[in-house]
């Protein structure tokens, strides 16, 4: 290993999100989806190089940045996209919540499939439009997207269906036959379609990822595709994003939604994406290795040592579904709380009380420590 993914700096008094929560209390945030491992050289050096330049006035996207982001979804996602195509954002909840004004008039609805990142929920409600959620089905153990419970769901006011791709929370990535009949029943029932791909580039199974992007075209649904490298590299807290929209008019009505609400992206935040696209690789192929040997001791030590919890196996992502249900614990992800790990709650993401989701985006011996503690709790009960 090149790089070093056993060890953190100390993040206490940093403005972490995932780690003030539990500021002065021995509980380990295992909970937001933001990784304890130090970013990859490669980028902190880039940075360094944009604040020795030392002129942070008003920013556009670089043309460095954009032919970067090109690249990136030519090499790594098999999409060829023209620089117009691409609308940069500070980040994806605020282009879900832009998109849900765009693209769904008051009296029409959302329509997607649950358990799902909490934003897919709550951005319909913040544009006071309606929202439809069909369950994922789990097929022997596969996580799969209910067709049938779609078309039943499915009514003339439904405007925009929004993908989770890959998966937050079950971890699945979804083949490209499964994507196409999505693409194919958006386009039947005339449904913009947003692929949120934040996770992408998370795929720890040798899988294919299918943008949707390879969905777009004539004879498919209008498609947004949503990318960043906040999660892959974790670099949330430099808030850029890119959203792809191939069609003119699709991507005219949502940049016209967006007017006068959205900042230009700081010039640090092209910067490390930028960076990240172009030298972040060689990080990444151990950045996943590590979490392909999280992953698994996850599922091995839920297996064995945490009776009446059940998971999944976990095709993308750095966070585990955990099914505690069969415990009866009044409120599961307070119970682990109480016991010094912070998982987070699977209600808000749209399951039932019981459902919890664990970030294992750490040191291992962080992650063992969580595990321990989670062990321990239950023996105590
Ligand atoms: C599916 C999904 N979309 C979007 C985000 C957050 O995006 P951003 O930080 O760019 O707003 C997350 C973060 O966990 C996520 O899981």
Not at 146 to 155: I, K
Not at 213 to 221: F, S, T
Not at 358 to 366: D, E, T, Y
């Amino acid at each position: 290993m090149n790089y070093d993914f056993n060890t953190c700096p100390d993040r206490a008094g940093s403005g972490s999100l995932k780690w003030e929560r539990y500021a002065g209390r021995d509980v380990i945030p295992m909970w937001v989806a933001d990784m304890d491992f130090t970013s990859a050289p490669e980028i902190i050096e880039a940075l360094h190089d944009r604040v020795s330049h030392g002129v942070f006035g008003y920013t556009v996207p670089p043309s460095s940045t954009v032919e970067a982001a090109i690249a990136y979804l030519r090499e790594r996602h098999g999409a060829e996209v023209t620089p117009e195509q691409i609308v940069w954002f500070p980040g994806l909840v605020p282009a879900l919540n832009v998109a849900c004004r765009a693209f769904v008039p008051a009296g029409s609805e959302v329509l997607t499939c649950t358990p799902v990142y909490p934003p897919f929920l709550s951005s319909p409600e913040f544009a006071g439009v309606g929202l439809k959620t069909v369950d994922l089905m789990e097929i022997n153990g596969v996580w799969e997207i209910d067709f049938d419970g779609l078309e039943s769901a499915v009514t003339p006011n439904t405007k925009l269906f929004i993908l989770c791709n890959p998966h937050n929370p079950v971890g699945r990535v979804f083949p490209r036959a499964t994507l196409e009949r999505l693409a194919e029943f958006c386009c039947r029932h005339g449904l913009v379609l947003i692929s949120d791909e934040i996770h992408c580039d998370l795929v720890l199974d040798d899988l294919p990822h299918t943008s949707g992007l390879k969905l777009a075209g004539p004879a498919g649904p209008p498609v947004l595709s949503m990318f960043a490298p906040s999660k892959t590299f974790n670099l949330a807290g430099l808030a850029c994003a890119f959203v792809v929209i191939p069609d003119a008019n699709t991507r005219r009505v949502f940049q016209k939604s967006a007017r006068g609400l959205i900042t230009e992206i700081n010039a640090l935040g092209y910067a490390g994406c930028e960076a990240a696209l172009k030298f972040g690789w060689p990080w990444h192929r151990e950045m996943i290795q590590t979490l392909r040997l999280n992953r698994d001791r996850v599922e091995d030590f839920v297996a064995t040592s945490l009776p009446g919890i059940r998971t999944w196996h976990l095709e993308a992502t750095y966070l585990a579904w955990l099914d505690a249900r069969e415990l009866k614990l009044p409120n599961a992800a307070k119970f682990f709380e109480d016991h010094g790990v912070g998982l987070s709650d699977g209600v808000p993401f749209g399951a039932p009380q019981g459902f919890l989701r664990l970030n294992f985006g750490c040191p291992r011996s962080q992650l063992d420590e969580a595990l321990a503690r989670m062990a321990k709790a239950l023996a105590s009960r």
